[in-house]
Each structure stands twice: as structure tokens, then as C-alpha cells.
């Protein structure tokens, strides 16, 4: 792919999402360089992790842009998708997808940025589908944002926005901060990683606001399951992701809402 196609903005942004896109492009102020001394005082199972993820001297950019494709479940079917998402710490992130349903694209976004979530779709990126702002959405974009960050963004595991406790000898939690809204009302997320022995992450598990099916809005058990690998800039991060809702319960394959792959991935 080419620097000018990687530039171009995705179809389907309104202008505040366009202009949050081109925000989060900004690069990480003044990057140090990774060294093991910065994991040392960390739970075992993410000093393993970091280790593994960022290759020394690596600077702890945050920033970073993803392209993926894979399958996602719209329609009461399996559709195929491909998408561009930027993400960091303090940004937010922009998700921008085309999934084909019946053979037509549907286009549009999710977003958390400024401390606020949507989700707009549109059948051909004219006929709206679904439009959907405010409380309930915000919460569960944010714990979306909290969920994904350190998967893309292993050097965000060193941010002063995230603590870490340990669970056990392959498992820690991290403590991730969010905002909800615009007047400075802030919510927790545990998000759980579980670590391989060799430092790969294998499962991201959490607690996080949504409406799964007809359930109603509430917390209900949502993680990921990871496998395979991607290396860009000094950093590895899983390369296949299944993710949905109910995991690690018996109705995880039901759950289950999203299949990708990373393609390509670039950090600032």
C-alpha cells in the first residue's frame, strides 16, 4: 500500500469524525526508548509480556493506525469486512469499515473521542442504517476504547493512565481510566490479560457496558481470544483476533461478533 493510499481518510466520516481521525494521526510527544528496567517493578505476566512485545530500544510510541479485514456478524450471518482504525491513550479511536451484506457495502463508523462515542452505518453510504449517540453508547465505546488500546498499543501499558495487578502467574488486570462525556466524569475498566509463557498474549477478558443480542444495556462479560502475530516498528502484537461477547462462559461461540485479521499497522 502507498503512503498517499494510507493517508486518504476512510469513506463513510462525517466532518467531526474526519476531523477526530486526522487528530488521532498525531504522533506520540517526545518517545523514550524501551529498556527492561521500565517492566521491573511490573506483574510477572506483563514484565513477560513487554518484553516480548516491544524490542529494546524501541521508542514507546502509542499512536497507531491498523487495517484489518475479516468477517463480522450483521444480518444474522457471517459478512466480510475490511477496515482502518487509529487509536491512542489519550485520543480515543475512529473505526472505519465497509462489510458487504447480500452483495452491498455498508459504510460507516464507530468512534470514541472527546469523551463521547457513536456509531453511524449507511446501506451504499447513502441510506442510513443506524445512527446512535449519547449515554449508553458512550459507556460502551469507552470500555471498547480500554479493551483494544493495549492489544494495538503495548507501550500503552507503561502509560500513567493504566495500573496493573496481578491475578496469578500468567494473568494481570489492568486499571485502565476513561471519560464518559464532557463534564469530567470518568469510569474504571479492568481489562485481564492472560500471557503465554514464551510473553504472547493469548486472551483479553472485561466487564463492559453493551446490548449483546436482546439483552438489555448492562455490564456483561465481553474479551477476545488472540492468536498469531505482526511486527511493525519494534512492536509485535497479536495478528488474529476473535472477539465478542460472553467469553468464558458457555455462550461465548453465540457471543462472538467479529473475526479479523491485521494486515498492516503503522506507529507515531
Request: no cysteine.
Amino acid at each position: 500500500m502507498s503512503v498517499d493510499q494510507k493517508a486518504r481518510p476512510p469513506h463513510g466520516l462525517t466532518e467531526d469524525a474526519l476531523s477526530d481521525w486526522r487528530g488521532l494521526l498525531t504522533g506520540t510527544r517526545l518517545p523514550v526508548a524501551f529498556s527492561p528496567s521500565l517492566v521491573a517493578e511490573l506483574p510477572e505476566p506483563v514484565r513477560r509480556w513487554l518484553l516480548y512485545a516491544i524490542a529494546p530500544e524501541t521508542p514507546l510510541r502509542t499512536s497507531v493506525e491498523l487495517t484489518t479485514a475479516g468477517h463480522i456478524r450483521l444480518s444474522g450471518g457471517w459478512r466480510p469486512f475490511t477496515a482502518t482504525q487509529r487509536i491512542s491513550p489519550a485520543g480515543g479511536f475512529v473505526w472505519a469499515a465497509t462489510a458487504r451484506v447480500f452483495g452491498l457495502p455498508v459504510v460507516g463508523f464507530d468512534r470514541y473521542t472527546r469523551g463521547v462515542g457513536q456509531l453511524r452505518w449507511r446501506l451504499l453510504d447513502v441510506l442510513p442504517l443506524v445512527t446512535a449517540t449519547g449515554a449508553d453508547i458512550t459507556r460502551s465505546a469507552a470500555g471498547r476504547h480500554a479493551g483494544e488500546l493495549l492489544l494495538a498499543a503495548p507501550a500503552a501499558a507503561l502509560s500513567p493512565r493504566v495500573s496493573w495487578r496481578p491475578l496469578d502467574a500468567d494473568r494481570a488486570v489492568a486499571r485502565i481510566r476513561r471519560a464518559l462525556g464532557t463534564h469530567g466524569a470518568q469510569e474504571t475498566h479492568e481489562v485481564t490479560l492472560t500471557v503465554r509463557a514464551d510473553g504472547a498474549l493469548t486472551d483479553v477478558a472485561m466487564s463492559r457496558w453493551g446490548k449483546p443480542g436482546r439483552e438489555p444495556f448492562a455490564a456483561h462479560p465481553f474479551g477476545a481470544t488472540l492468536s498469531d502475530e505482526i511486527s511493525e516498528d519494534g512492536f509485535t502484537i497479536p495478528g488474529t483476533v476473535t472477539a465478542g461477547w460472553f467469553h468464558g462462559t458457555d455462550q461465548w461461540d453465540a457471543g462472538q461478533f467479529i473475526r479479523y485479521t491485521v494486515e498492516d499497522l503503522r506507529y507515531r
